[in-house]
């Protein structure tokens, strides 16, 4: 009966892990998204506006350095991989003023993010 107990009490404890795990990555990949959908769509735009997307760049860069981490626990690192060179593209075309190479990067990195936040999300295309 101990280990039954002691196996229940294990198993609440992964589900719970789990659970706060995901909701904590897709918390923050939600706050993510929605900077990356506030980045500049276009050339002339990022042109227009330099500052504020290097701002929002670094901004991004900060959360992303913050939650790679609580992605490798549940996440490959080959999905891992694509979103943080996505991001590096990202932040150093802001550094650089490249406005060409800002959007494709930006593209890059929302389409990442989404993929590992439908990963860890609870729905059935996650699960297929």
């Not at 943080?84 to 990202?90: F, K, R, T």
Request: contains cysteine; proline residues 2%.
């Amino acid at each position: 009966m101990k280990t039954f107990a002691v196996s229940l009490l294990l198993i609440c404890a992964v589900i719970a892990f789990t659970v706060f795990n995901t909701v904590c990555i897709v918390g923050r990949s939600n706050e993510m998204l929605a900077i990356a959908d506030s980045l500049p769509q276009t050339k002339s735009d990022f042109e227009a506006d330099i500052p504020s997307a290097l701002e929002k760049t670094e901004e991004l860069w900060s959360i992303w350095d913050k939650t790679i981490d609580r992605f490798a626990y549940t996440i490959g690192y080959s999905h891992i991989d694509r979103a943080d060179d996505a991001i590096a593209e990202l932040y150093a075309a802001a550094k650089n003023g490249a406005g060409a190479s800002f959007v494709p990067a930006a593209i890059k990195f929302r389409d990442a993010l989404s993929r590992l936040k439908r990963l860890e999300s609870f729905d059935f295309e996650s699960i297929m």
